[in-house]
């Protein structure tokens, strides 16, 4: 069986996460790392190129994962690959991902191609997981908790901050916000209700101390509306003790059929390495896009598209046979 | 919009369910309920018709939901009625699976019909999360567990006992497994170390509780391997405590990604009743393929093939906005 020919753009975690993720699957291989930096000074397993000259591997790589930054990398290389190759992205603009799926469409369709946009855990698993529990349970309501885990957002934010070394934020679900969701009781909650925000910030020498942990607590948007404790520990501790990008979650619906009969769903992460994670994520992904484009399948599609057994290596028949 | 016809087949708990969950879903109709019985002994809120009367709602029904057990029904309606309908069935017995579906392939395939078969929770949305779970995890381990629920088969082999009148048995899973199962230790389990059987008895008047109990913990297949409670109880209060068919279950994976990071994913559900969650899966389950069938899609399909979004009632735009 020829291997699926993989491309990788960008080489942040998450475009080294997909590195290892292919060495846990024979039937992909890694034709290239494209990076904006000078080649020469990328360290990879793999061959490294420039991404100035990605329209060189047209025929030559089957799916470009796209490990580049929402905020402004996806933006302009989603639509500008998908006009050459088969794509798979995790864009997580919420808000903006009706937009760049128009225009990822656009490109990928104009030229044959298959993108699929915003995969990943959250958006990709979670949504996947919100369709599939409300279309079983349609009276109920679902609840999405993230934690525990670090906010690379939050952590850059508190950096900052004047008199901030180093810090990292993680985002952490009230445990008893969980349990009353799980029972079925329909709670309403506050943002301050669902999760706390736990801060750990190495300060620089002599740093009003008072200063900065007011700076973060009341800081807007970030954590003004959440019980916000911040610890403040020494570089060594820090790099100790918060060196990993842990991450996971919940998502849980209840719900009623019949009369009254109480049902619930529950899926959860619980993730060493978020980066790592969704690297898994966007590459068996990788597979079932390779497989949907080869049946004809053209423009955008998100994982509300993908049927799960596209996602093995393994046949149908296989499937069928020992995990049904 | 037209509402999806549906029909159900068999009118036991899962029928009942099926009926129950349809009311939920404003984009659907139910057509008629069929059923062996003389149709005018049955109460339904429906028109019910007899099985013999099939034929005649050709054209008339989208999609046949069949509510019939898998040990004598569906391996005979299955292929039937794929010949004349697109159908939906929660065939289970697992071992005959690869079998069941060559069957219904090639009734509906010949006749230009659909088939999902084996849909449900285990098969169903188990089987799709293994296969989720082992796409994402290629180097992990996972673990199903079922329960606390009740048992049918179980519960109808205590209930064949000499001197038992009525009894109920809860397969439960041990609490100390599922822990090691979350804590990535990837243990390797004997039958007795994963489940608990509890079984609660009403025995006939006079009746030797003591041979009652020991036939019922050394029943092979059933008993033998599992630690087994018999709790002797009266009539009333089997009929207050126990009426509920409750289920539930896990699907756990833990994995490695990269160098040695640990990742966990977990899927659990917790019914208040079986056949109704059951039943409102198929009911999803039965829009899909309404879909597909439209798309031009024909012969036996399982959850494997199936596009999340398909199951839910939302446009993809709706979903893309609200749901990613």
Known sequence: MDKIRIGIVGYGNLGKGVEMAIAQNPDMELVAVFTRRAPESVEAGCKVDHMDNLADYKGKVDV??????????????????????????SFDTHAKIPGYFSEVDKAASDNGNLSLISTGWDPGLFSWNRVLMESILPEGKDYTFWGKGVSQGHSDAIRRINGVKDGKQYTVPVESALEQVRAGLNPEFTTREKHLRICYVVAEEGADLGRIEE????????????????????????????????????VIRTGKTGVETKQKIEFNLELGSNPEFTASVLVCCGRAVHRLARQGKTGAITVFDIPVGLLSPKSPEELRKNYL
Chains 1, 2 share one sequence.
């Open 64 to 89: 470009m994962l796209l490990c580049g930054g929402s905020a402004t990398d996806l933006p302009e290389q989603g639509p500008a690959l998908a006009k050459m190759f088969h794509t798979v992205d």
């Open 215 to 250: 700076e973060i607590k009341t800081m807007p948007n970030y954590f003004a509306d959440y019980d916000t404790e911040v610890h403040f520990i020494s570089e060594d501790t820090m790099k100790a003790e918060h060196a990993g990008i842990p991450h996971g979650g919940f």
